[in-house]
């Protein structure tokens, strides 16, 4: 990298190379059957130049078309954003602080035996009722990271990640039940006891279909559903956003938001977890980022161009979607700690209300308001502080920067949700919940 | 190319091959109010090898062509592994055919300096629309691909395929209650189109700014009038998703949801899948897998007349192949898709069927939609109370929901004022997102429908 870093040299005034590439082996299941195995192998490569105080950028899928790019990002920045920064002089590391992010035990998994486990979701799924149908994926992925800047600042990692979904579907005429769960993670082993006596319980609470009333009632959100709240503080919190006073949030620090049992942070140095690393895409240290603490707003998130807007430092949080794209703020992994009542204890309080595990329709609206209004694809109803059976044809609506001011409890059974987010439960007072007349 | 590509498959030992090479180039352009907020350039080459053998598919994708022989002896490899049965796939002619799309003002003789201006000059209109307008984003990108396919049966078609889009979203703001709206279109074919766009960008900050004293929708139970807009993506979300034949064609009991004759709506309902039509965004003259597009009943008259095939989908359910097998790029498989979806016209023109609402929400452009096949969702970007037939107060935040089957018999009025959306997104399945398609609708109206709402 150094030496194409160095046919740069008098041309602009500094440069930044990044390179991932990846493979990556989905094994599929369709109906209950092996049906493909894909081997995806993926190279990138994006140049950033800093020229004449502006920013340039190009990407390619090859080191050889490296002079293409380098005359393409010097050509785009003529029109390019002001840069606010420039590149780190030092990547610096912080001290006694390792975090694991490649176990040997994922790359060296074989075909096989990733169709062995693929077999036994089929099998399991198949004993439980053998009327249900059972896609499943389980894939291994293995990828590398390497950055370069002109000014010798240098850093790489290697990274892997071991997936494994289920998808349970239940078809009657005009009913269709549809539960997905999923496990992601650095290492390859993880619990599956846990997860399906978490699916045999979703399964059983879904098997009968009730009716619920219109009208305000109180929420359980299981972790793998509470992103619909989420969201609209994942926008509001994001510095580029407050920088360009569109955030609801922005102006707010140090001010009480919501309920005091809610803290959120973003946490880029958990072992193995998928949003974790050593670094940020542009070489800053991950951490761990207070954004909301006992309801208080704490931080936004930035990465170093919006950072040196604001006039901060920068949070570790530049990231890249893709090396498609230059970095821009983003979250590692979300992280709230758990609370103290059990997932039980909370439906034992409810008289009657909903438990929202599955929603359509996420992200689709005006986040940035706050707004939110899904379908409960899976749902549940509680009565009398028990799960009566699954609900159907119903919507929640609200805004989630007004909800989270009257959480009831907070769980604390906190699970991780597609590896990078840590939600326990979260139990809301009073949510509008619509439905067929 | 083509001998290259015949070369490195002759002589090998699976069911069935094929070769999809792909390279383009792509730019694109972002302001954010009125600054620069990024551009880029970018190039990118890459190919995939897709193998079947006794009935195990084998996939692999890769960058470096040169790498072509040892990633086939890979994916055959792979096929070999999990084969077990019987190879089935619906046969089709073999075809030799180049197309490249003919077309003016070519985008990539544009400069980027000019295509920089013209985005400034559509983020200014928004930003000068009205104080209240707090931001925009105005999003260009332009992309040139061209893709060669080359199968065992002796197919070989390369493609060439412009596309170009642009996002406008305005955002308004008083207080802390922060509003958006946005508008887009895309093209496969020249510069001009996104020379003459002023309207549009207008039309993003005047709905932004409306939506400002819009009120939050309360939620229940309503009649609903649909623009051709969130209609159209209505039919795409609600409908045509389920006519994939890719999650029916091995679920008996889905089968029996989706068998065709069934009755699902009134007699005036018919909804057509078309990739040939010409110059749309979903349109082209033969499939992913090589297969001619063509004009395909889904409904008509009421009945469920069709689906959409893959090769493997269609010889497996003993039904003809459509042309439908789309992928998004080299990193993915062709699977059954959409291309231009539209309900066809109704004999009402579409004022009527405000006449005899009671009380009811008018529900325009749209946020966007999902759907698990049975269950829907979809936003709608504006919305407004209808009370005895009279449009009242503007409403916001509108997501409707509802069961497929028993929301198509609860369509009760189709107007006359069919028209086709060629929106800069685009439809997404299995993580293949953006794929460009058309959708479209007359003005619609449907009973009894859950709205969301506070």
Known sequence: ?437 | MQNRLNDALSGQSADYLEIRLEEFEANSIRFQGKDMERISSSQERGGNVRALVRGGWGFVTFNRWEELDEKIKEAIEIATLIGEKKSELAPIEPVEAELIPQYENDFRQISLKEKTDTVKNYSNIIMNFSPRIQSSIVDYSDRYTITHFVNSEGTYIKKEHPYLSLHFTAIAREGDDVQMASESIGSSKGYTQAERLSPLAQKAAQRAVNLLQAKPVPGGQYTVILDPVLAGVFIHEAFGHLSEADFLYEDPRMQQLMTLGKKVGSQELNVVDDGSLSGLLGSSQYDDEGVPTRKNYLIRDGVLTGRLHSRETAVKMGEEVTGNARALNYHFKPIARMTNTYIERGKIPYEELFNDVKKGIYARQFYGGNTTFEQFTFSAGEGYLIEKGRITEQLRDITLTGNLFETLHHIDGIASDLDIIQSGGGCGKGGQHPLPVTFGSPHIRIKNVVVGGR
Request: aromatic share 8%.
């Open chain 1, 1 to 437: 990298m150094q030496e194409l870093l160095a046919k740069l040299k008098g041309r602009v005034n500094s440069g930044e190379l990044y390179r991932v590439n990846y493979k990556s082996t989905p094994v599929d299941y369709e109906m209950g059957q092996l049906k493909s195995v894909n081997a995806e192998e993926m190279e990138g490569w994006a140049l950033r130049v800093i020229h004449e105080g502006k920013i340039g950028f190009s990407s390619s899928t090859s080191e050889s078309q490296f002079e293409a790019m380098a005359e393409k990002a010097i050509e785009v920045a003529q029109f390019g954003q002001t840069a606010l920064f420039d590149f780190p002089a030092k990547i610096k590391t912080p001290r006694g602080k390792k975090i694991k992010l490649y176990d040997s035990a994922v790359a060296k998994k074989s075909i096989a035996e990733m169709v062995e486990i693929g077999n036994n979701i089929v099998a399991k799924v198949n004993s439980l009722d053998s009327g249900l149908r059972c896609d499943a994926g389980i894939a291994k992925f293995e990828g590398k990271v390497q950055y370069e800047n002109s000014y010798g600042a240098t850093f790489s990692y290697q990274k892997t990640s071991f997936a494994n979904s289920i998808m349970i579907q239940d078809t009657q005429e005009n009913d269709m039940m549809m539960l997905m769960e999923s496990q992601e993670w650095g290492e390859a082993d993880f619990s599956w006891e846990s997860l399906w006596s978490k699916i045999e319980k979703k399964l059983e609470w879904g098997k009968k279909i009730v009716e619920i009333e219109n009208g305000y009632q109180p929420v359980i959100f299981t972790p793998k559903a509470l992103l619909v709240l989420m969201l609209p503080l994942i926008a509001g919190l994001n510095g580029r956003m407050v920088n360009k006073k569109i955030s609801p949030l922005q102006e707010k620090k140090g001010e009480l938001l919501f309920n005091p049992m809610l803290s959120i942070y973003s946490d880029g140095t958990i072992d193995y977890a998928e949003g974790s690393a050593l670094y940020d895409d542009e070489g800053i240290a991950m951490g761990r980022l207070p954004l909301i603490v006992d309801g208080v707003l704490q931080n936004y998130y930035y990465d170093l161009q919006n950072a040196a807007e604001a006039g901060v430092k920068p949070t570790g949080n530049g990231l890249r979607n893709s090396f498609h794209t230059s970095p821009s703020p983003g979250i590692s992994n979300l992280i709230i700690p758990a609370g103290t009542l059990s997932f039980e204890e909370m439906v034992k309080d409810i008289k009657s209300g909903i438990i929202v595990d599955q929603v359509l329709g996420l992200g689709q609206g005006n986040i940035l308001s706050g707004a939110f209004s899904n379908n409960v694809q899976l749902g549940y109803r509680i009565d009398k502080g028990k799960i009566v059976g699954r609900i159907k044809n119903v919507m929640i609506a609200g805004n989630a920067l007004e909800v989270l001011k009257d959480i009831v409890a907070i769980g604390k059974e906190a699970e991780w949700v597609s590896g990078r987010y840590h939600f326990p439960p979260v139990y809301l007072k009073a949510i509008s919940v619509s439905t067929k007349d």
